[in-house]
């Protein structure tokens, strides 16, 4: 029933930056936490980050390292996936999704945006 729209993606070059924006319908428990995952063409999901509505606690994975940043506007029901020092291989398609409670899984999501595509060029 929640619905999830991403937004901001884009054809950038390899050190630019962009902000992604994932706006949903409403926030309820069914989705306590917001997940970023990331899809290359050929392989498969990957988780990049979360964050929690009610405290925006934030954990991200390891390539992350410090270049990407999540937040969260709670009177908009949006959260942003900020991607900074972009490089080729960040190039795929950006997922927000919403779920019950903190996982780094895919399938531990019940909510599903369409995707954003994030080309970046060398």
């Known amino acids: 029933q929640v619905q999830l729209v991403e937004s901001g993606g884009g054809f950038v070059q390899a050190g630019a930056s962009l902000r992604l924006s994932c706006a949903a319908s409403?926030?309820?428990?069914?989705?306590?936490?917001m997940g970023w995952f990331r899809q290359a063409s050929g392989k498969e999901r990957v988780f990049v980050g979360t964050?929690?509505?009610?405290?925006?606690?934030?954990y991200y994975a390891d390539f992350v390292k410090g270049r990407f940043t999540i937040s969260r506007d709670n009177a908009k029901n949006t959260v942003y996936l900020q991607l900074n020092s972009l490089k080729f291989e960040d190039t795929a398609v950006y997922y927000c999704?919403?779920?019950?409670?903190?996982?780094?899984?895919?399938?531990?999501?019940?909510?599903w945006g369409q995707g954003t595509p994030v080309t970046v060029s060398s």
């Open positions: 409403e926030r309820t428990s069914s989705n306590n936490f």
């Open positions: 999704a919403g779920g019950r409670r903190f996982s780094r899984v895919a399938d531990a999501y019940d909510y």
């Open positions: 964050i929690s509505w009610s405290d925006g606690y934030t």
